[in-house]
């Protein structure tokens, strides 16, 4: 799947933390409620990676899900959104059950294995989509899971496809197509 914008300016675009607004109100809770799209995953005691986390719109109800046995480790390559993270999961009393990891702008640079790993409009925005696959790949423990939701409005059919090939290739299997996630939607298991 090409970036438009990675191929036009040799970069990938990333949404700009002075805009996080739009990725965290209430407006988006009524259209894309975080219990409803990642709570089918998640278990109490769970190891939950949030990868492109933002502000934390779904971060916090991961912490929330996975109970105090649990861990969320949020991934961002922006600061200033981790830093978000952190000021919601102290107003939230959750801050105890969220690690907050800050990612290179071409690796996600994690070791910790997870249950559940979200990759929310993000993959879409990586410099190399093959590379960041076969890291989720190697950070999911057996029978974990990898929910993708891609935005229609940047990714095309064709484009989530040749996602999906890829995935596969490096051993990424295509075990659901949620509807009403809010966008070009999967779950992976390795």
Not at 18 to 42: E, K
Not at 67 to 93: E, F, S, W
Request: net charge positive.
């Amino acid at each position: 799947m090409q970036n438009n914008n990675a191929v036009a300016t040799g970069t990938p675009h990333v949404c700009p933390h002075q805009m996080s607004f739009f990725l965290d109100n209430w407006i988006r809770r009524l259209i894309q409620n975080p219990a409803r799209i990642v709570g089918p995953y998640i278990q109490e005691g769970d190891t939950v990676i949030d990868v492109g986390c933002g502000p934390g719109y779904f971060t916090i109800d991961m912490a929330k899900m996975v109970g105090p046995k649990g861990r969320v480790i949020a991934v961002d390559i922006q600061a200033k959104m981790l830093q978000r993270v952190r000021k919601k999961a102290q107003k939230h009393g959750v801050e105890q059950r969220i690690d907050c990891h800050t990612a290179g702008m071409d690796h996600i640079g994690l070791e910790k294995k997870a249950d559940f790993i979200l990759a929310f409009y993000m993959i879409h925005e990586v410099p190399d989509m093959t590379h960041t696959l076969a890291e989720l790949k190697a950070l999911l423990n057996d029978g974990g899971k990898v929910l993708a939701v891609e935005p229609k409005m940047h990714v095309s059919q064709a484009g989530f496809k040749t996602m999906l090939d890829d995935a596969e290739e490096i051993g990424l299997k295509a075990i659901d197509f949620p509807k009403r996630a809010g966008g070009r939607s999967v779950v992976w298991s390795a």
